[in-house]
């Protein structure tokens, strides 16, 4: 089992900046992919970006290219979103996710999810 935690969403103005947290705990996470997903009142669970944990490799989808950076820091066991020049389309309950395998874009093929962390951008 992994556990996963997600912080340091909030309320902040169109053009800041946030960065998110996801503590990960239980299971060593070396052949796991972690990700970032995201959902918007009415919306599906969107994918962001995803980060090999072993590697540090990165895939991204468009929205997320370019404003915002998947990282880990693997002694800390800790998953991270920054991002910035955020928009009020980017309000939305942000997710952590992990699978055992290699990165994936459908939320359907992770095993394990945070609770969620709300991010809200004012215009």
């Known amino acids: 089992q992994v556990q996963l935690v997600e912080s340091g969403g909030g309320l902040v103005q169109a053009g800041g900046s946030l960065r998110l947290s996801c503590a990960a705990s239980?299971?060593?996470?070396?052949?796991?992919?972690l990700a970032w997903f995201r959902q918007a009142p009415g919306k599906g669970r969107e994918f962001i970006a995803a980060i090999t944990w072993s590697r540090g490799s990165t895939y991204y989808k468009n929205s997320g290219k370019g404003r915002f950076t998947i990282s880990r820091d693997n002694a800390e066991n800790t998953l991270y979103l920054q991002m910035n020049s955020l928009r009020p389309e980017d309000t939305a309950v942000y997710y952590c996710a992990a699978r055992a395998e290699g990165i994936s874009t459908p939320s359907w093929t992770y095993e394990y999810w945070g609770q969620g962390t709300q991010v809200t951008v004012s215009s």
């Open positions: 239980g299971r060593t996470l070396s052949n796991y992919a």
